[in-house]
Structures are given as C-alpha cells and as structure tokens.
C-alpha cells in the first residue's frame, strides 16, 4: 500500500511525494539488510538455513527485494516485525528529516542515480538497519528455552 501511494504521488511532481517515495524506497530496503546484518553479527541466534537466508539478504535488501526479510518474520514474527518496524520508522523518519527525494518508482542500488541528498539517504539507510538489527538480536537474545519432560533426551 506505502509503495502504491508513493508511486502515485509520483505522477504530480510535488516535493512532497518526491520525498514519500525515497522514504517508503529506503524503509522498504531496512528488513533484509537488518536481518542480513543480524545473522552476521550474532549468528548463534539463527538456525543455519537462517544464515543462508541472511547471506542472501545483503543483496535482496540492496535491490529493494524487502521479501528477503519474510523467511525471518515467518519463523520469528512477534521478535522480527516490531524490530523491523522500528529500523524502517527511524529510516522514513530521517529521510523526511533529511530532505532526501526520488525520482523513480523502484529503488535499491539501480537507482542511486536518481536519489537527491545521496549521502543524506545512506546515513538514513545504515542507521535503520543498524537499529532493526540490534533491536532483532536484543529481541533474540532473552528467549527461554522451551520447557523439556523430564526424563526426555534431546536428539543433538
């Protein structure tokens, strides 16, 4: 819906949807970067077909591929979505903050081009991931282990 409204507002040329759409363009980016950072600063908090996915990632989140994140917010979601919605709010937030704007209707590396305040926009981009990935291993790092029968033997 943010990426069907911001597209839209692409059609009347007002600074405003200019900045919209670098907001919703950067916010969108945040998830699979977030994640993908996650995985590599505290890898024992993921399974291994999570590392994978957070390999992946680096480069989903760098398209604008935000799908990347969904495996994450699959296996994981009252951790992840809070987490990732706190890293794209504060990069939306200082994207606006920033006067930051796009002129295209898609995002991630191939549009860079088109990107005012470029530098503006990557401060914006780092700091929401740097925040969804610390508030995902903060979030990870506080689960109990599910309570075992006694008696039961786990399988290593």
């Given at each position: 819906?943010?990426?069907?409204?911001?597209?839209?507002?692409?059609?009347?040329?007002?600074?405003?949807?200019?900045?919209?759409?670098?907001?919703?363009?950067?916010?969108?980016?945040v998830p699979?970067?977030?994640?993908?950072?996650a995985t590599?600063?505290?890898?024992?908090?993921?399974?291994?077909?999570?590392?994978?996915?957070?390999?992946?990632?680096?480069?989903?989140?760098?398209?604008?591929?935000?799908?990347?994140?969904?495996?994450?917010?699959?296996?994981?979601?009252?951790?992840?979505?809070?987490?990732?919605?706190?890293?794209?709010?504060?990069?939306?937030?200082?994207?606006?903050?920033?006067?930051?704007?796009?002129?295209?209707?898609?995002?991630?590396?191939?549009?860079?081009?088109?990107?005012?305040?470029?530098?503006?926009?990557?401060?914006?981009?780092?700091?929401?991931?740097?925040v969804g990935?610390?508030?995902?291993?903060?979030?990870?790092?506080?689960?109990?282990?599910?309570?075992?029968?006694?008696?039961?033997?786990?399988?290593?």
């Open positions: 819906a943010a990426y069907a409204f911001a597209t839209a507002g692409l059609s009347i040329a007002e600074p405003a949807s200019l900045r919209i759409m670098a907001a919703v363009m950067a916010a969108g980016m699979p970067l977030a994640m993908a950072l590599t600063l505290r890898p024992k908090l993921f399974s291994e077909p999570e590392r994978e996915n957070g390999r992946a990632a680096w480069l989903l989140g760098a398209s604008f591929i935000s799908e990347g994140a969904i495996p994450f917010a699959a296996a994981d979601p009252f951790r992840v979505i809070p987490s990732m919605m706190a890293g794209g709010a504060l990069t939306g937030a200082l994207i606006m903050a920033f006067d930051v704007t796009l002129k295209a209707p898609h995002g991630g590396i191939f549009v860079f081009f088109a990107i005012g305040h470029l530098i503006w926009f990557l401060v914006a981009l780092a700091a929401g991931t740097v990935a610390l508030a995902v291993i903060a979030a990870k790092q506080f689960v109990r282990p599910a309570p075992t029968p006694e008696g039961a033997v786990h399988a290593q």
